[in-house]
């Protein structure tokens, strides 16, 4: 008897034995190793949610391509077979995530790869990238491609984050009626960027898990607007071939989840550790563990960045000092409002500059792996948009970052001594500071301020967790925890104490719940 044979087959209408806005991949996993469903089942569900919600209903605009349901089925219906024969290629086999269309997945997917930029519309990638491969080569199921910010957000000013002229306007499930057209460039009613696909997808429940990648901030922002559990990974901890980056000085990438347990089992598959699961380490003890909190109101994002809300403001501040005492109360030791350097604005200069000077050679390594492209370098993308300008250039924004690309060129001389003094200053006298003098072994936050670029010039790893939804507009927001360079371990051990102890059951987007709830009446 096979599993399919196990499987009762649905009648109808008859819903799938899961929700699909809340379920994780691990409990897809449970209810597959349980024969309560199917890859097959699990993956029409998806694609019907995708179907619903993408380009309508909710008009989310999370998705830029979905692999062709053939296909899907194919490899579903061939992991299933594999299931019942008892080979398991890991604990997530037979689940679906979804990728940031900025990393390269191979022609046999039938989907481009785009980075969200028109130039790149048809182009298709003649490989997967590392990281793909690893989850498709573990049974994974890649269903398609996510909308971001376009060229992961550097391409130049104006729009609002997680637009893109491939994917248009990402919409947060968690914010009624979109973008508010008044709002700032990375206001509450935004998604956060660059991996806003990614983000807003797995919480309107298109995937249980999806691949983002980050600069400064591209999965932390978008992940504290959808309430996800994600993992920015130490630098050079993952390879990160195959992705679109800005500068190898701080590009990473990692895993955006509705658990920890999600977290740690990608983290399985994308960084190893022999004889070790990272499950291992979702312990949920803060026995011991030392906790540093910057003070929300100090690291508060620009106001041309996101626009002040005084009841936000107040609701902010109450919940993050209740979870602080919650923390206390769980075991750990915590010291509240540590100091750390702010990040300057010569900070800022020599890291633009630093990165303008990769950017174009970053560039071209990512289109070098496209065909049926129109641009493979730099001066021909930025050379097309001009060409294209009605449609590359809406009214409002530009592609500066990209000129920038194209006119700054630090001497080796010079890139050496911009990389060596932001390490210096946003690490030892930042970071490293706070975590000697105050003694703790972490630092947590708010991850919309400049915090985010102080833990990316680092290079160490950063986590998020949910926390809230504002009063004022739904928009969901979370914590950042910072950690030592390869101390992911210990990231995870706080996220599951924090889903056990400060937020036990995160809260799906009402509007969906609410459509959900309908169409069963």
Same mark, same amino acid.
């Given at each position: 008897?096979?599993?399919?044979?196990?499987?009762?087959?649905? +009648?109808?209408?008859?819903?799938?034995?899961?929700?699909?806005?809340?379920?994780?991949?691990?409990?897809?996993?449970?209810?597959?190793?349980?024969?309560?469903?199917?890859?097959?089942?699990?993956?029409?569900?998806?694609?019907?949610?995708?179907?619903?919600?993408?380009?309508?209903?909710?008009?989310?605009?999370?998705?830029?391509?979905? /692999?062709?349901?053939?296909?899907?089925?194919?490899?579903?219906?061939?992991?299933?077979?594999?299931?019942?024969?008892?080979?398991?290629?890991?604990?997530?086999?037979?689940?679906?995530?979804?990728?940031?269309?900025?990393?390269?997945?191979?022609?046999?997917?039938?989907?481009?790869?785009?980075?969200?930029?028109?130039?790149?519309?048809?182009?298709?990638?003649?490989?997967?990238?590392?990281?793909?491969?690893?989850?498709?080569?573990?049974?994974?199921?890649?269903?398609?491609?996510?909308?971001?910010?376009?060229?992961?957000?550097?391409?130049?000013?104006?729009?609002?984050?997680?637009?893109?002229?491939?994917?248009?306007?990402? +919409?947060?499930?968690?914010?009624?009626?979109?973008?508010?057209?008044?709002?700032?460039?990375?206001?509450?009613?935004?998604?956060?960027?660059?991996?806003?696909?990614?983000?807003?997808?797995?919480?309107?429940?298109?995937?249980? /898990?999806?691949?983002?990648?980050?600069?400064?901030?591209?999965?932390?922002?978008?992940?504290?607007?959808?309430?996800?559990?994600?993992?920015?990974?130490?630098?050079?901890?993952?390879?990160?071939?195959?992705?679109?980056?800005?500068?190898?000085?701080?590009?990473?990438?990692?895993?955006?989840?509705?658990?920890?347990?999600?977290?740690?089992?990608?983290?399985?598959?994308?960084?190893?550790?022999?004889?070790?699961?990272?499950?291992?380490?979702?312990?949920?003890?803060?026995?011991?563990?030392?906790?540093?909190?910057?003070?929300?109101?100090?690291?508060?994002?620009?106001?041309?960045?996101?626009?002040?809300?005084?009841?936000?403001?107040? +609701?902010?501040? $109450?919940?993050?000092?209740?979870?602080?005492?919650?923390?206390?109360?769980?075991?750990? +030791?915590?010291?509240?409002?540590?100091?750390?350097?702010?990040?300057?604005?010569?900070?800022?200069?020599?890291?633009?500059?630093?990165?303008?000077?990769?950017?174009?050679?970053?560039?071209?390594?990512?289109?070098?792996?496209?065909?049926?492209?129109?641009?493979?370098?730099?001066?021909?993308?930025?050379?097309?948009?001009?060409?294209?300008?009605?449609?590359?250039?809406?009214?409002?924004?530009?592609?500066?970052?990209? $000129?920038?690309?194209?006119?700054?060129?630090?001497?080796?001389?010079?890139?050496?001594?911009?990389?060596?003094?932001?390490?210096?200053?946003?690490?030892?006298?930042?970071?490293?500071?706070?975590?000697?003098?105050?003694?703790?072994?972490?630092?947590?936050?708010?991850?919309?301020?400049?915090?985010?670029?102080?833990?990316?010039?680092?290079?160490?790893?950063?986590?998020?967790?949910?926390?809230?939804?504002?009063?004022?507009?739904?928009?969901?927001?979370?914590?950042?925890?910072?950690?030592?360079?390869?101390?992911?371990?210990?990231?995870?051990?706080?996220?599951?104490?924090?889903?056990?102890?400060?937020?036990?059951?995160?809260?799906?987007?009402?509007?969906?719940?609410?459509?959900?709830?309908?169409?069963?009446?």
């Amino acid at each position: 008897m096979d599993i399919l044979s196990k499987v009762t087959p649905r +009648q109808g209408n008859s819903p799938v034995p899961f929700d699909i806005l809340t379920a994780t991949a691990s409990e897809l996993r449970v209810l597959l190793d349980q024969h309560k469903t199917t890859s097959v089942e699990i993956v029409k569900a998806y694609l019907a949610q995708i179907s619903k919600h993408n380009k309508s209903g909710a008009h989310l605009n999370c998705v830029n391509s979905v /692999v062709p349901e053939k296909i899907l089925l194919d490899v579903a219906s061939e992991l299933d077979r594999e299931r019942a024969k008892g080979h398991l290629r890991s604990p997530n086999h037979g689940t679906p995530f979804l990728v940031k269309d900025s990393i390269w997945t191979a022609a046999s997917f039938s989907v481009t790869t785009t980075a969200g930029t028109y130039a790149l519309k048809d182009a298709v990638a003649r490989e997967n990238a590392d990281v793909v491969r690893a989850l498709v080569n573990a049974g994974m199921i890649m269903l398609g491609k996510t909308n971001l910010s376009e060229m992961a957000g550097m391409k130049g000013v104006g729009g609002f984050a997680g637009c893109s002229v491939v994917g248009g306007q990402t +919409q947060t499930p968690y914010v009624r009626g979109g973008v508010d057209p008044t709002d700032t460039w990375l206001g509450l009613s935004t998604p956060g960027g660059s991996s806003s696909g990614s983000a807003a997808s797995v919480a309107a429940g298109m995937a249980p /898990v999806a691949l983002g990648t980050e600069t400064d901030g591209s999965i932390l922002v978008p992940s504290d607007r959808a309430s996800l559990y994600s993992l920015k990974l130490t630098l050079g901890k993952a390879p990160t071939r195959g992705a679109l980056g800005y500068t190898p000085f701080t590009d990473t990438l990692g895993p955006m989840t509705k658990s920890p347990e999600d977290v740690a089992i990608l983290l399985d598959l994308l960084t190893p550790i022999k004889g070790k699961s990272h499950r291992d380490f979702l312990t949920k003890s803060l026995a011991g563990i030392r906790i540093g909190f910057l003070d929300p109101a100090v690291w508060a994002p620009t106001a041309d960045a996101v626009r002040p809300d005084a009841d936000f403001t107040a +609701q902010i501040n $109450e919940e993050v000092a209740a979870a602080v005492d919650a923390i206390e109360k769980a075991g750990a +030791q915590v010291k509240r409002n540590v100091t750390l350097r702010r990040f300057s604005n010569e900070d800022d200069k020599m890291f633009s500059d630093l990165a303008s000077t990769d950017y174009a050679n970053e560039f071209a390594k990512f289109a070098g792996g496209l065909d049926h492209g129109s641009a493979k370098t730099m001066a021909e993308l930025v050379a097309f948009n001009n060409e294209h300008a009605s449609i590359c250039l809406p009214s409002g924004t530009d592609q500066r970052f990209l $000129e920038d690309a194209l006119n700054i060129h630090l001497s080796d001389e010079k890139y050496e001594e911009y990389s060596q003094t932001l390490r210096r200053n946003n690490k030892e006298l930042g970071i490293d500071k706070v975590l000697r003098e105050y003694e703790v072994d972490v630092i947590m936050s708010i991850p919309m301020g400049r915090t985010a670029t102080i833990a990316a010039i680092s290079g160490y790893p950063v986590g998020t967790v949910p926390l809230g939804y504002a009063r004022f507009n739904g928009a969901a927001y979370g914590m950042s925890i910072i950690a030592p360079a390869n101390a992911e371990s210990l990231i995870l051990t706080i996220m599951s104490a924090w889903e056990s102890i400060v937020l036990p059951s995160r809260r799906p987007p009402p509007q969906l719940v609410e459509q959900n709830a309908s169409e069963k009446l």
